[in-house]
């Protein structure tokens, strides 16, 4: 079982629409939770991050984290075609004196005109 | 503004050859990653080097080797180059207990 389940789509609604990709899981040393952003051929960008339970919003995105659940979201509110990427949740634990980031496979979002 | 930069952007390998792909990154970050990512598996990581003079093992470092040359500089070589490291390879940066990793536009590998 992977350590990070992300359903990878892909995903595909009309502008304007509200979007909710999830991940799930199973390590409780993860320290922070993020999404990055990935256009087709390019590296990911840091979308948002959390380090608590709870909701963070930013714009049009809202990450939202649940601990107990092992759950997290991120919310897309008035999806725009330029939001058409695949995203990439992202957890975060100490690695010796270094970060691993464990990634969930991402799911691929097209936002049609 | 460069941030991360990786060479080459695309290569072709037959299976057996070498190959070292290189990467840079000029936000004077101490710690640097390599990452595979395949189809539906996401980003796994190779290598690590939490600063200058140190590298460790990631969650797939079979066939791989590293150098963290300077500061600035990690390369990633294959040795003995197998099809089932056909991949999109991508470097990445951060400052040691940041949460933020920068990520390089990647290499694209293919070995037949």
């Known amino acids: 079982q992977k350590e990070v389940e992300q359903d990878p789509g892909p995903l595909s609604v009309p502008e304007g629409a509200i979007v909710s990709l999830n991940c799930t899981y199973s390590?409780?040393?993860?320290?922070?939770f993020m999404w990055y952003r990935q256009y087709s051929r390019k590296g990911p960008e840091l979308l948002m991050y959390?380090?608590?339970?709870g909701n963070k919003e930013d714009g049009r995105f809202t990450a939202q984290v649940d601990k107990s659940s092992k759950y997290i979201s991120l919310f897309i509110r008035d999806s725009q075609p330029s939001d058409s990427a695949t995203y990439l949740c992202?957890?975060?634990?100490?690695?010796?004196?270094?970060?691993?980031?464990?990634f969930g496979s991402g799911t691929q979002l097209t936002v049609l005109p | 503004n460069a941030g991360v930069t990786q060479t080459p952007k695309f290569q072709v390998l037959k299976t057996g050859q070498s190959m070292t792909l290189q990467c840079a990154q000029d936000?004077?970050?101490?710690?640097m990653y390599w990452y595979r990512q395949d189809p539906g598996m996401g980003l796994r990581l190779i290598y690590y080097?939490?600063?200058?003079?140190?590298?460790d093992k990631g969650e797939v470092p079979n066939g791989y080797n590293v150098s963290r040359l300077n500061k600035r500089e990690f390369s990633l070589r294959l040795e003995s180059a197998a099809p089932s490291q056909t991949s999109v390879y991508f470097c990445?940066?951060?400052?040691?207990?940041?949460?933020?990793?920068?990520f390089g536009q990647g290499t694209r590998l293919t070995v037949v």
């Open positions: 959390t380090y608590s339970s």
């Open positions: 390590n409780s040393a993860f320290q922070y």
């Open positions: 992202a957890m975060s634990a100490r690695l010796g004196s270094a970060r691993q980031l464990t």
């Open positions: 936000m004077n970050h101490n710690s």
């Open positions: 080097s939490a600063s200058e003079g140190t590298t």
């Open positions: 990445a940066s951060s400052e040691v207990r940041a949460t933020e990793a920068f």
